[in-house]
């Protein structure tokens, strides 16, 4: 059976209003939060972005989707969990902060923002699934003990992914740093010396400090690397090579860790996705990355996989091509989609409803 998907065409040329007044209308006509009760506590899933990047979704949209929750009766509260890099998401407190200097303040958002502190045992949830990779998937707990979730996602490229979406926005995103650690681990980087330069950029983006010059070669340290591949991003004679077959596991483990956040969630979670400001890498980075895409909108569903294709197949008409095999030729994003509608979390086919 096809999953329904609702789109609204939006740009990031419109101002802050229209597109507010576009979600209003997506939200309403595509009932996606029905399934809301009234007093539900709603976890709404976001990237509060990284230092240095706005490719975040505005805290003003995340006004109008927090007030639709409340106006079924129900209250919610905007998470993240914490990084495996260095950075100012590092940490609970350092995170928290860079949330509120975007904008993602109650006076702004009418909610709370709690960011969770995983060094503390308490806060994690170890949730059993028997998968392939994943035996026990360690999540943060406020995700798992919420009674509704809603993950709101930023649709843009990623390096070891191809794209990410809803399912990586909460396959990655709600792992603590072991849940995190535990899907990257098997990626670390090699270096062809006879290509590198020894230009230090790799060294210089590296967030785990895993790469430094020995007689102006890299070298990396595979026991601290975290498999976040930033390093392949910035070589300029594409010295770094990982083995794509290992990027593979990491969707996979990806989509497991997916699973784990949607178990004993049935009818109990809405997903939409901004597929604005389309980047080519991941919101994570530190800086600004070149758009690679046109605007295309906004879309809403209760289905993380159709809504996921959706976006990936909206964006690619608006190019006329699979632009995140241009940007990242050797990544496969359809492996993610694939796997997750085998091992059940959605459909790869999906009814789109434009609005």
Known sequence: MKSKVYFIPAGNADDIQVINDKLKILLDESRVFDFISKTDKAAVKVHFGEEGNTGF???????????????????AFLSDANTLYRGRRLNSCD????????????????????????????????IEINQRYIKSAKLA???????????????????????????????????????????????????????????????????AGAIHLENKKSIVDSSKCIGCASCLAVCPTM?????????????????????????????????????????????????ENPRIAPDVGILASNDPVSIDKASLDLVNKSCGKDIFKATHPEGNGLRQLEYAQDIGLGSLDYDLIEL
């Open 57 to 75: 979704v505005r805290p003003e949209h995340l006004r109008v989707i927090c007030d639709e929750i409340a106006g079924r009766g129900a209250s």
């Open 239 to 287: 010295a770094m090579f990982i083995d794509f077959n290992a990027g593979d596991k990491v969707q996979y483990k990806m989509v497991e860790y997916s699973l784990a956040v949607l178990k004993g969630r049935k009818n109990k979670t809405g997903f939409i996705n901004f597929a604005v400001k389309i980047n080519k890498e991941c919101d994570c980075w530190g800086m």
């Open 141 to 207: 707990r406020i995700f798992v003990e919420a009674d509704a979730l809603v993950a709101v996602s930023h649709f843009k490229g990623h390096i070891l992914t191809g794209f990410g979406g809803a399912l990586k926005n909460i396959g990655m995103g709600c792992a603590s740093r072991e849940g995190k650690l535990a899907q990257h681990c098997d990626v670390a980087p090699v270096v062809h010396s006879d290509r590198c330069i020894g230009c230090g950029e790799c060294e210089i983006i590296c967030p």
């Open 95 to 126: 995170h928290l902060k860079l949330a509120y200097e975007h904008g993602f303040t109650k006076e702004i958002t009418g909610v709370d923002v709690i960011i969770p502190d995983d060094a503390k045992k308490e806060n994690v949830a170890a």
